[in-house]
């Protein structure tokens, strides 16, 4: 199995890790669950790596991917620069504690 389900189906979940994933790339920091925090992470890095690579080709699958047209402007034109000579792990994952209510592991994902 290659990715977590999250208690979720199909359409609810792709559309859960996308917008996760477009408010990371706005704001470099977002709180979440643990296992989200680590799904979010495989996506994330994938679309910067995209944005290094950053010929049409690679903006156009990062448009279809993330919903706002400002966050793929801002993803090619200042990270991509940023982390051009990184060789990767561009995110990183800081645990926080267990959530007030249900107890549920969170943790705070941000850019590096």
């Known amino acids: 199995m290659g990715y977590r389900k999250l208690r979720r189906n199909t359409g609810h979940r792709r559309a859960m890790l996308r917008n996760l994933v477009t408010s990371l790339l706005r704001n470099n920091r977002i709180v979440t669950t643990e296992t989200r925090a680590k799904e979010i992470k495989r996506l994330a890095d994938k679309m ?10 690679s903006r156009r699958l990062a448009l279809a991917y993330i919903y706002d047209e400002a966050v793929v402007r801002r993803l090619f034109n200042e990270l991509g620069e940023k982390y051009s000579a990184r060789p990767g792990g561009y995110t990183r994952i800081t645990k926080m ?5 249900d107890g549920a592991p969170m943790a705070m994902i941000e850019l590096v």
């Open 48 to 57: 910067i790596t995209l944005a290094k690579r950053g010929d049409l080709a």
């Open 97 to 101: 504690g267990c959530r007030r209510g």
